[in-house]
C-alpha cells in the first residue's frame, strides 16, 4: 500500500468518525431536550390539574355552606317558634293574672266605697279628702288599664319571621314592669281610702261606745 493509498484511507476513517459522532451526539443530546421539554409540560399539566380541582373543591365547599346556613336558618326559626309559642303562652298568663290583680283591687275599692256612702255618711261620717282618694284610685286603675293594653299589643306583634323578635320580647318587659308598678301603686290607693274610712269608722265606733258606757 503506497502513502497515498493509506492517507486517503485515513482521511475517509476520520471522516466517517467525524459523522458517526456527530450523529451519535445528537442522538443523545436531543433524546435529553425533549425529556425536559416533556417534563415541563406535564408540570404545567399538573398545575392546571391541581388548579381545576381546587376549584372543584370550592365549590363543593360553598354549597355545603349554603346548605349548613339554610339547616341552620331553618333550626333557629324552629327554635324561635318553640319559644314565641312559650313566650305567648306565659306572656297571656302574666297579662290575666295582672288583670284579676287589677280586678280584685277595683272590687275592693268598690266595697270600701259603698261602705262609706251606705253606712258612714248617712250617720255623719265624713272623709276630708275622699274625693282626692277616688280620683287617685281611678288615675292609678287607668294605668294599670294602659300598661297591661301596651303589653298585650307588644306580645301580639312578636313573629319569628321579624326583624327583632328581641326587640319585641324587651319591649314586653318592660311593659310588664310597668304593670307590676302601676299594680303596686293602684293598690297603694286603694289601701290609702281603706285606712282614711276605717280611721274614721274606728273613731264613731269609740264613740258610740264611750257614750254608751256614759251613765
Not at 6 to 14: D, E, H
Not at 111 to 117: A, H, I, L, M, N
Amino acid at each position: 500500500m503506497n502513502y497515498k493509498k493509506f492517507t486517503s484511507i485515513l482521511s475517509v476513517l476520520i471522516i466517517f468518525s467525524f459523522i458517526f459522532t456527530a450523529s451519535a451526539s445528537a442522538r443523545f443530546v436531543f433524546p435529553g431536550n425533549d425529556r425536559v421539554l416533556s417534563e415541563t409540560d406535564e408540570s404545567t399539566a399538573s398545575a392546571t390539574r391541581r388548579d381545576k380541582i381546587k376549584e372543584r373543591i370550592h365549590d363543593r365547599l360553598e354549597k355545603l355552606k349554603e346548605k349548613f346556613e339554610e339547616r341552620l336558618e331553618a333550626r333557629k326559626e324552629k327554635i324561635c317558634e318553640r319559644i314565641e309559642a312559650k313566650i305567648t303562652k306565659r306572656s297571656d298568663r302574666l297579662v290575666e293574672k295582672a288583670g284579676n290583680m287589677a280586678s280584685r283591687f277595683d272590687k275592693i275599692a268598690g266595697k270600701v266605697k259603698d261602705y262609706y256612702t251606705e253606712k258612714l255618711v248617712p250617720r255623719g261620717v265624713v272623709v276630708e279628702n275622699y274625693d282626692a282618694l277616688v280620683a287617685d284610685i281611678e288615675a292609678k286603675k287607668m294605668k294599670v288599664t294602659e300598661a297591661l293594653d301596651s303589653a298585650g299589643e307588644v306580645i301580639s306583634e312578636f313573629d319569628c319571621s321579624g326583624e327583632k323578635p328581641k326587640g319585641i320580647l324587651s319591649l314586653f318587659r318592660d311593659d310588664m314592669k310597668n304593670v307590676i308598678t302601676a299594680l303596686r301603686e293602684y293598690r297603694k290607693s286603694v289601701v290609702n281610702l281603706i285606712v282614711a274610712i276605717r280611721t274614721k269608722g274606728k273613731n264613731i265606733k269609740t264613740e258610740e261606745a264611750t257614750s254608751s258606757a256614759t251613765p
